[in-house]
């Protein structure tokens, strides 16, 4: 969107919202088989929204739409941190598995913060 990213792959918030997707994936692997259409479907399709939201919202190249699609995706970023922390409390997911995905989540909230502060004053 700006004259300094090429591609929305070239953004470290992009990057970072599909490790913490891959991360996702991975950690959510050994939950229960029951919950495979449950809370382990709502976890991965909300994680792998991050970064889709941020491509899109890049693809658009109308800042505003940007912008609407950044904010989408901070919402997609919420909905994991609590469905993160749903697992946490009943025992799907231990602390230790969660702990890192969690701070993960931080990470990228933060970044998607900047990016859309620096967006909103262009």
């Known amino acids: 969107m700006t004259e300094k990213t090429g591609s929305y792959k070239d953004l470290l918030v992009w990057e970072q919202a599909m490790d913490l997707a891959v991360a996702v994936y991975g950690a959510t692997k050994s939950w229960p088989k029951e919950e495979l259409y449950g809370l382990t479907s709502q976890v991965r399709r909300s994680a792998t929204s991050v970064p889709a939201n941020i491509a899109e919202g890049y693809g658009r190249e109308i800042r505003g739409s940007y912008l609407q699609f950044l904010r989408i995706a901070q919402g997609s970023l919420k909905e994991l941190e609590t469905q993160l922390l749903i697992a946490e409390r009943i025992g ?22 900047l990016l859309i502060r620096k967006l909103a004053i262009e």
């Open 92 to 113: 799907i997911a231990p602390k230790a598995t969660s702990a890192p995905l969690l701070a993960s989540t931080e990470s990228v909230g933060k970044l998607l913060r």
